[in-house]
Each structure stands twice: as structure tokens, then as C-alpha cells.
């Protein structure tokens, strides 16, 4: 199974930005379809953007659509999530998820592999 290891959380100010990598190891990374996802503090852990294995197809989670964007480098088995216009309501543990094959996954059962996630808060 591919392993996964996001970084780039941190607290920012509201309106600020952030841009959170997760890198790849141990498997073909464009085999895969990835995805982003959060918790917040007692509540369930919800889906946020995928992207499918080329990069081609994406897909929001309509609170962040328009503020956030997915993208993905191949070459260097990393995913990215830019997070603009951030609001307090995105604080949450960011978690990146892997699931075999090209098509996009939005349910956190569809993925098999999970980073161990980064903080990302914001202040008002």
C-alpha cells in the first residue's frame, strides 16, 4: 500500500492562505486517485476535493468550492491542496487518502491508504 505524509498545516489568520502537500512513497502515486479530507473536533471526518489518477477530473465539496484547489504532481508523487479565503469554520485535522485506480472517490471508504494528518487553524 502507497504511504502517505501531508505537511503544510499551521494557523492563519481568516482570509489568509495555506497549501498543504502530501507525498507518496512505496507504490506507483498515478496509479492512484487521491483525496482530501478533515475532522473537526467531535465531529465526523467529511470529504473536502479529489482528483483523479491523471489529474483531468476534480471534485468539491460545495464549503470549500471556490476557496480551495486539488492538484497533483506525477513526477514528484505529491498532491497539493491551496486553501484561499480560509474561514474559521475550516479548522480541522487536513488528512490525505489514496484509492487504487483512475476514478474519482469521494467516500472516505473508497480510500485504503491515510496520511496522519495536519492541523490547520483559523483564527477570526
Same mark, same amino acid.
Not at 21 to 38: H, I, P, V
Given at each position: 500500500?502507497?504511504?502517505? *505524509?501531508?505537511?503544510?498545516?499551521?494557523?492563519?489568520?481568516?482570509?489568509?492562505?495555506?497549501?498543504?502537500?502530501?507525498?507518496?512513497?512505496?507504490?506507483?502515486?498515478?496509479?492512484?486517485?487521491?483525496?482530501?479530507?478533515?475532522?473537526?473536533?467531535?465531529?465526523?471526518?467529511?470529504?473536502?476535493?479529489?482528483i483523479?489518477?491523471?489529474?483531468?477530473?476534480t471534485?468539491?465539496?460545495?464549503?470549500?468550492?471556490?476557496?480551495?484547489?486539488?492538484?497533483?504532481?506525477?513526477?514528484?508523487?505529491?498532491?497539493?491542496?491551496?486553501?484561499?479565503?480560509?474561514?474559521?469554520?475550516?479548522?480541522?485535522?487536513?488528512y490525505?487518502?489514496? *484509492?487504487?485506480?483512475?476514478?474519482?472517490?469521494?467516500?472516505?471508504?473508497?480510500?485504503?491508504?491515510?496520511?496522519?494528518?495536519?492541523?490547520v487553524?483559523?483564527s477570526?
Amino acid at each position: 500500500q502507497v504511504q502517505l *505524509a501531508e505537511s503544510g498545516g499551521g494557523l492563519v489568520q481568516a482570509g489568509g492562505s495555506l497549501r498543504l502537500s502530501c507525498a507518496a512513497s512505496g507504490r506507483t502515486f498515478s496509479n492512484y486517485a487521491m483525496g482530501w479530507f478533515r475532522q473537526a473536533p467531535g465531529k465526523e471526518r467529511e470529504f473536502a476535493a479529489a482528483i483523479s489518477w491523471t489529474g483531468d477530473s476534480t471534485s468539491y465539496a460545495d464549503s470549500v468550492k471556490g476557496r480551495f484547489t486539488i492538484s497533483r504532481d506525477n513526477a514528484k508523487s505529491t498532491a497539493y491542496l491551496q486553501m484561499n479565503s480560509l474561514k474559521p469554520e475550516d479548522t480541522a485535522v487536513y488528512y490525505c487518502a489514496a *484509492a487504487r485506480g483512475p476514478w474519482l472517490r469521494t467516500g472516505v471508504k473508497d480510500f485504503g491508504a491515510w496520511g496522519q494528518g495536519t492541523q490547520v487553524t483559523v483564527s477570526s
